[in-house]
């Protein structure tokens, strides 16, 4: 015979077991019943039931195996709600926190980070290369240290005078440049982990419509991703980087007719830029430090270099409304390409893109 376990309203009183046959009340569930489904309220009635032979003949034994049971569903039911407040919980995190987690799977499986340990950084040589994920990370060259005359000198034909005078700078330490100007697919990396604007699809191409602030905010990113210091370079380390060592009007020398083997410009270009890496490159295996994209640098703008650091860093003071880009473009006739030619902007524009520096270990 199957039994029903009651439970008197009074906290000492003791539980009771009915027949199956007998049925609760159906208005009074909550109060325990009498064997005509009438709610027990009186203690002749608890008498009267306890003498019931159904009751006295249950053992010890069924008695302690139905109240097992009853803690045992107590104790399912409580698992199911803790289980269903954990999963609520997660779903809750991950919602809060869905920018971070699509990040982190960008980085982690996505761009596949190959970061290099300090040890790895010392032993770089001049001109090695290097590249901190497989996927979505610009190709670093090492420049070594070494002084060079910034500016163009009087002699220099189509000189402006923003490019004088012509001055010594000492750079001190080596540091590590973009073989290439930072290319679209680059830029899409940063995209997909919310921290870069969507700009369109240009697979290979040098990033282009870019602002200052953009070029700022995607070293910045990268250096948070793989905590190493990237940023723009300063307006003297890019021309370092330019020259290679030369002291012509172009790294290659002073010929505007050999032009055609090393940038893209007016004469070449028709009208679009070109994917990077399909020129020559200079002494230092830089691509396209001669047109293609002008490049914008951390240095404020001035109109001559009087005053300029001979130490390489940037130029923070002056007329920092406008920052100062190098190379010359797609749409530039040779002149805008020499290597000591500057010029300023202070928005974004189809010709202006960038390339990034990275700060080495000492």
């Not at 009915?18 to 309220?41: K, T, Y």
């Not at 000198?153 to 540091?175: C, G, M």
């Amino acid at each position: 015979m199957a039994e029903r376990l009651l439970r008197p309203s009074c906290g000492l009183c003791p539980r009771f077991f009915v027949p199956a046959s007998i049925r609760p009340h159906q208005a009074n569930q909550h109060l325990e019943v009498g064997d005509q489904g009438q709610p027990i309220r009186r203690v002749s009635e608890w008498k009267a039931f306890n003498d019931d032979p159904a009751y006295r003949q249950m053992t010890e034994r069924e008695f302690l195996s139905a109240d097992r049971a009853a803690e045992q569903s107590a104790r399912a039911g409580a698992r199911g709600t803790k289980a269903l407040l954990g999963v609520l919980a997660v779903m809750l995190i991950g919602w809060w926190q869905q920018d971070w987690l699509k990040a982190q799977y960008q980085w982690r499986v996505v761009m596949k980070p190959a970061v290099l340990t300090p040890e790895q950084e010392r032993t770089l040589a001049p001109e090695s290369e290097f590249r901190e994920c497989a996927l979505g990370c610009p190709t670093m060259v090492v420049v070594p240290a070494g002084s060079f005359m910034m500016g163009a000198p009087e002699s220099e034909k189509k000189a402006d005078d923003n490019e004088r005078p012509q001055h010594e700078v000492t750079l001190a330490k080596p540091f590590a440049i973009g073989k290439f100007a930072v290319t679209f697919a680059e830029w899409d990396a940063c995209v997909e982990t919310g921290a870069c604007r969507r700009m369109g699809r240009g697979g290979d191409r040098p990033v282009i419509d870019v602002s200052w602030e953009d070029a700022r905010l995607y070293a910045a990113w990268l250096s948070r991703v793989t905590g190493k210091e990237y940023r723009l370079l300063t307006e003297a380390e890019w021309e370092y980087a330019a020259r290679a060592s030369s002291k012509t009007r172009y790294f290659f020398g002073d010929d505007e007719a050999e032009l055609n083997q090393y940038a893209w410009y007016e004469g070449n270009s028709g009208g679009k830029t070109w994917p990077v890496g399909k020129k020559k490159a200079n002494a230092f295996g830089l691509y396209d430090m001669h047109g293609n994209v002008w490049q914008w640098v951390e240095d404020c703008y001035h109109a001559s270099y009087e005053g300029a650091p001979s130490d390489g860093s940037a130029w923070a003071l002056g007329d920092c409304r406008r920052r100062v880009i190098r190379g010359g473009a797609w749409v530039n006739a040779p002149a805008a390409l020499r290597a000591a030619t500057r010029f300023s902007a202070e928005l974004r524009g189809i010709d202006i893109g960038f390339r990034l520096g990275r700060t080495l270990t000492p």
